[in-house]
């Protein structure tokens, strides 16, 4: 649901993305172009000057629609999407000139990305002194849930009152409303009112699905599409063949640091619980002593890593902060256990815990589990039941948006997490 753009057209069209993108092309692109060919008399350079004004236009193009798509996901302001958007559109189009051996301006191409990026940012910061989401809420059920949350500004409805100030109507569409109120909803709809289903647009904003039932995805049925997963699958492979090559001596030096720094062995398998809940082994560095097997421990604590946990080794820490401690799980997408992207797959014995305590726990494992996912980027590390709980809804909202662009905003926070370590135990 993207809620920024309607935000942004129904406050001033000068701040409709249309508006914005033209802008880019015009300033960014065409208006350095112009100068630079006024400055430069060759035919060569003028030739170069072109190709890297329509390789501006075309990256600017590409950023554009890869920003709309990325900020229109929860919990994404729209700027955190600007850098990423648009340095990963000029990379692309950098790449395919130099493939290609097109002769181009390389100062044209970097001025056109430096201020695109400049121009969006401004445009961000002016649109946010004018922008707040305003919802407008019918009582009744759960649309009251809606309320309290400091991102958006909520307005109780009266039958008597035409919402102008909201930006979207909320209501519990399968509250027993009454005919006038049920009467009132058509006519919103009919004005041209976004109205949604106040649970809907809970998990939009929150990026978390209520684990009160089971909810069919936007394809009408539980689980993802057998042919998204089959692409995915292909993907995952595809990407991790040349990932587990270039990163080899990488892995190898990673393994005999391991080694150095405490006894025992460099890599750690342990078998979980995967697709279709069946049991596979996972593989990665290790990062705790080796235990003592004499000594008597409690089976469900010994495999919860704790806060501070005495077990983990020096090395073992900085491992689990930057999560490279997960990179030998290549291994597992290359045998097909595994996806770099889904829920994290865990352990028989705490699996068998979780299920007995929270509903419909096993449905995670109706997508392939992955080396990241949704949870981990905006929750990180969890142990007990009620953080597994909040866990659970983040796996359920993957599951449920299951989509490229949901895969390639977890990449992004991803990394941001490796260079933070947020979440990590």
Known sequence: MVFSN??????SPWLSIWWIYAGAILVCVGLPYIVMVLLN???????????SAIAGAVAVTFGAWLYRNVTSLPGVRSHAGILPSFALSFAT???VILLWRIGYSRSLFFICMFLTMIWHYIFYFVAQKRIRLTIGIVEGGRAAELEGNVRYDVRRLSLEEDPIDCHVIAADL????S???EARLADYVLKGYPVYHCKDLLESL????????????????LGPIPAFQVIKSIVDRLMALPAFIILFPFLVIIGVAIRLDSAGPALFWQRRIGYRGKEFEVVKFRTMRVRNHDVVFDERRD?????????ITKLGRFLRRSRIDELPQIYNILAGQMSWIGPR????ALSEWYEKELPFYRYRHVVVPGITGWAQVNQGHVAEIEQVREKLQFDFYYIRNFSFWLDLLIILRTIRTMLTGFGSR
């Open 6 to 11: 309607f935000r942004l057209r129904s406050s």
């Open 41 to 51: 008399r060759t035919v060569s350079q003028a030739e170069e000057l072109t190709n």
């Open 93 to 95: 189009v950098a790449l």
């Open 174 to 177: 399968r509250f027993d409303h």
């Open 179 to 181: 005919p006038a109120w």
């Open 206 to 221: 929150s990026g978390r699905t209520d684990l009160e039932h089971m909810s069919e995805n936007t394809f009408g049925k």
């Open 303 to 311: 495999l919860i890593t704790q806060e501070d946990d005495e077990r």
């Open 345 to 348: 797959p865990e352990v028989r």
